[in-house]
């Protein structure tokens, strides 16, 4: 049951139950679970929430909804992580049990991460909504949460070879070359989350919806 506001803040421990709008975000990253999957492209969402946990000192120390959780604060914004562990196509389940149990407003209070194959590796591209474009975890949160409005940073991990399998190609890993890129891109993207937290969302796109260079020495 929620519970009004203290007057003044206390030291304790924070307080994840919903108190008033946006005062807490679930930050979502996509992926899926197991060894043989670590840091492939698909896999680029939990990558990237595994850096802002990092960032933050926040770990993954739960297992509910179906999904790896991580509570703390980052710059004074409360945050749930969470990395689904139904597999990719079933992320919905995850993310809708989870806006459930914390009262969140998904078109306001969620933000969800993900690799798009349409984008340069390393480009990112922050929308407020949006169809699934195709992405199979964004199809089934869309289903689940029955709305296509709520804030996502797509993270690009390159198109596919023309003669290659879009299965192989996305559960591949990144090239040598690639993976610099890609950690750039998880930086960029935690200073975009504090943005749209911090309800900047159009300075965030501005800043970080830009092409990227395709040599990292660039």
């Given at each position: ?5 203290p007057g003044?803040q206390e030291k304790?421990a924070p307080d994840?139950?919903k108190k008033?709008?946006?005062?807490m ?19 680029i969402?939990?990558?990237?929430i ?5 960032k933050y000192?926040i ?8 999904a790896?959780v ?7 914004h409360k ?5 689904p ?14 806006c ?9 209070e ?13 480009q990112?591209?922050?929308?407020p909504k ?5 992405h199979n975890g ?16 797509k993270?690009?991990?390159?198109e596919?070879p ?6 192989d ?7 040598k070359?690639e993976?610099a890129?890609e950690?750039?891109a998880?930086?960029?993207?935690a200073?975009a989350i ?8 159009e300075?965030?796109?501005?800043l ?6 395709a040599?990292p020495q660039?």
């Amino acid at each position: 049951m929620d519970k009004a506001l203290p007057g003044r803040q206390e030291k304790a421990a924070p307080d994840y139950e919903k108190k008033e709008k946006n005062q807490m975000y679930i930050i979502a990253g996509l992926g899926n679970p197991g060894k043989e999957y670590e840091n492939t492209r698909h896999n680029i969402g939990y990558m990237t929430i595994d850096n802002f946990a990092e960032k933050y000192g926040i770990t993954f120390s739960e297992r509910k909804f179906r999904a790896l959780v991580g509570k703390g604060v980052a710059e004074g914004h409360k945050v749930i992580l969470i990395k689904p562990v139904t597999y990719m196509n079933l992320s919905g389940e995850a993310i809708r049990e989870a806006c459930d149990y914390y009262k969140i407003d998904p078109e306001e209070e969620l933000i969800v991460l993900y690799d798009d194959i349409s984008l340069p590796v390393g480009q990112l591209r922050i929308r407020p909504k949006g169809s699934a474009g195709g992405h199979n975890g964004i199809k089934n949160i869309i289903s689940h949460l029955g709305t296509e409005i709520f804030k996502r940073i797509k993270i690009g991990v390159g198109e596919k070879p023309s003669r290659m399998d879009l299965a192989d190609y996305v559960l591949g890993h990144f090239t040598k070359e690639e993976i610099a890129l890609e950690k750039e891109a998880c930086e960029k993207a935690a200073d975009a989350i504090l943005l749209m937290m911090d309800e900047r969302l159009e300075e965030a796109m501005n800043l970080y919806n830009r092409k990227v260079p395709a040599d990292p020495q660039e």
